[in-house]
């Protein structure tokens, strides 16, 4: 009988965990995060280089385990929108599945700013930081599923007073094959927009890549209603909202949006 498998994804403003029936391998998922709020925190900020040292992972025994991983910095961009790179599979024996994912980062990552500069990037201890991420869903105990771990860096990092920038991991644990996503293209394709999935406190927040005809994509979403809003990057006015409603395991195709700055 095959053994199920996970994958543990990382990459651009998000991180994935799968199962399935294959060799181990971890591959990572940019995909856009949760958070409370769209905050001032964007900093001038394009891309953040984030340091990995080791992921571990836990199932239902408890049990802390390594995963197959050999440390590397990741560049995580604010417009990913379904961009991936791979980490790591692992196998499982039957019927069992992750309930928790921890990320050990280190020092010396750094953050890229819109006006070419770079700067270093503290972790709030000043040495290794453990990331504990709970996988709060229920997930298939055979075959092939996936977890998304979602990391907003546009509410992950905070510059102080002195000018200097630090991590603050804002992650969540989501089952892929439990949730849907929203994607299309926005008009007109030379206006860079944020894009937000609004349900009560949460929101999912991603940039627009204007070197891909302009397309968005949101994902993590559970089934219920929200409101989908359009804010043109240059701009502190949303100039497009709808509403959308998610049902469980179908994709929304938004075609293309315009709009209008």
């Known amino acids: 009988m095959k053994k199920p498998t996970f994958f543990l994804v990382l990459a651009a403003i998000s991180f994935l965990l799968l199962s399935c029936s294959n060799d181990d391998f971890i591959r990572g998922f940019s995909r856009p ?47 990913s929108n379904g961009d991936s790179v791979l980490l790591s599979k692992i196998h499982l024996p039957d019927g069992r599945y992750v309930r928790q994912v ?12 819109n006006n070419g500069s770079n700067k270093s990037l503290s972790l709030p201890s000043n040495s290794d930081s453990i990331v504990t991420i709970a996988i709060n869903q229920v997930i298939p105990s055979q075959g ?9 860096i546009i509410t992950s990092i905070y510059k102080n007073t002195s000018g200097n920038y630090i991590l603050y991991p804002f992650l969540q644990g ?27 406190t949460d929101t999912i927040s991603t940039v627009s890549n204007v070197a891909n005809n302009n397309y968005f994509q949101l994902s ?42």
Do not use: C
């Open 144 to 152: 092939t599923y996936s977890v998304l771990l979602n990391n907003n």
């Open 33 to 79: 995060g949760y958070s409370s709020t769209d905050t001032a925190a964007w900093y001038g900020i394009t891309s953040v280089n984030l340091k990995v040292k080791a992921i571990q992972y836990v199932t239902q025994d408890s049990v802390l385990k390594d995963a197959n991983f050999t440390a590397n910095t990741f560049t995580e961009t604010l417009n």
């Open 102 to 113: 921890q990320l050990i980062l280190e020092t010396g990552s750094s953050v890229a700013l």
């Open 220 to 261: 993590s979403l559970s089934a219920g209603k929200y409101t989908l809003q359009f804010m043109p990057v240059d701009s502190a006015k949303v100039t497009y909202s709808t509403v959308i409603h998610i049902k469980y395991g179908y994709d929304i195709d938004m075609g293309h949006v315009i709009v209008i700055k």
């Open 174 to 200: 989501y089952g892929v094959n439990t949730t849907s996503s929203v994607f299309g293209y926005i008009l007109p394709r030379t206006l860079a927009t944020k894009v937000f999935v609004v349900n009560g």
